[in-house]
């Protein structure tokens, strides 16, 4: 399939963000603001690369999943990624025989990662040497499971949707189940999500990062809101080395979308300002979509970006 790069503007991803004007005040004072902006600057990446990749025959009509066509999509995207033809060689280059690794999942019942995919990437790492017993796959357990308190190595996964706390549920947030109290980090909507990759459990662990397209939530309403008139059959994976920059061009898609569904740009209710200050204060990764380079593998069409 033909590569097709594209550097993405900062609209879309500004729109999503209905309390925009406030991340100007990250920091408690102006001073405290530019001392964080000035380290963040230290260790953020300069430009982010991120997959795209969308296959129009992994969902049927009915929506049941060619688990083949998926794996296909994975290994595309990790060996573009990686630049490396052959897919072994590229898992190799993220995970050693001699790690443990936990894949990070997500359970919600409405939109939880596909088994399918969970099996593949699981796979993938057996075949880079990874022994069986040293792999595990969890959501809501990894505080308590072995392999993942042993873990030297994480894999991100979730599927993208709207987010009554965080505006979207997104690659960033994934790792709120590392902390004993989830609801401590609710506040200003959920505002400092980054902080979750500091933690020991977490922190320079994560070797790869895999926002589900298949079917995102683009709207919804309530804490656990859903509603299947606001999912849509988009069939693609984002595939990155940081999460910003794969949460910033997922939310790019929902705004596009929902743009497209009601006729007009239109926010959502929550501000997901969270990934922009992943990277303003805490220098996770590339939010500013200008520093982002698309690369977009597979079918094209009603791609919106």
Request: no cysteine; charged share 35%.
């Given at each position: 399939m033909g590569r097709r790069t594209?550097?993405?503007?900062?609209?879309?991803f500004l729109l999503g963000a209905t309390g925009v004007a406030a991340l100007g005040a990250i920091g408690a004072a102006a001073g405290e603001r530019e001392t964080s902006e000035k380290a963040a600057a230290t260790v953020r990446p300069k430009r982010a690369r991120v997959i795209l990749v969308r296959d129009e025959k992994v969902l049927d009509e009915d929506g049941r999943l060619d688990a083949g066509r998926l794996e296909q999509m994975l290994d595309q995207a990790v060996s573009t990624l990686l630049d490396e033809q052959e897919t072994s060689v590229a898992w190799r280059r993220l995970v050693a025989p001699s790690d443990t690794v936990g894949i990070k999942s997500n359970e919600w019942s409405y939109l939880p990662t596909p088994r399918e995919l969970e099996r593949a990437i699981r796979q993938r790492l057996i075949n880079?040497?990874?022994?069986?017993?040293r792999i595990a796959i969890s959501?809501?357990?990894?505080?308590?499971?072995?392999?993942?308190?042993?873990?030297?190595a994480l894999i991100n996964v979730r599927p993208m949707r709207t987010h009554h706390w965080a505006g979207v549920g997104s690659l960033i947030k994934n790792y709120i189940m590392f902390t004993e109290q989830p609801s401590a980090w609710h506040g200003d909507s959920c505002a400092n999500l980054a902080g979750l990759w500091e933690l020991p459990q977490v922190k320079g662990k994560t070797r790869l990062n895999i926002?589900?397209?298949?079917?995102?939530?683009?709207?919804?309403?309530?804490?656990h809101g859903f509603s299947r008139k606001y999912v849509w059959s988009y069939k693609g994976l984002l595939v990155g080395l940081d999460p910003t920059s794969v949460d910033a061009t997922g939310l790019r898609i929902i705004m596009a979308k929902r743009r497209e569904f009601f006729g007009a740009d239109q926010p959502l209710y929550v501000s997901p300002k969270h990934i922009e200050v992943a990277?303003?204060?805490?220098?996770?990764?590339?939010?500013?979509?200008?520093?982002?380079?698309l690369v977009r593998l597979g079918w094209s069409e009603q791609a919106l970006i």
């Open positions: 594209k550097k993405l503007t900062r609209r879309d880079a040497g990874v022994a069986e017993d959501d809501r357990g990894v505080l308590r499971h072995p392999v993942f308190e042993k873990a030297t926002l589900v397209m298949l079917t995102p939530q683009f709207h919804s309403k309530g804490p990277e303003k204060k805490f220098g996770l990764g590339v939010a500013d979509p200008s520093r982002i380079d």
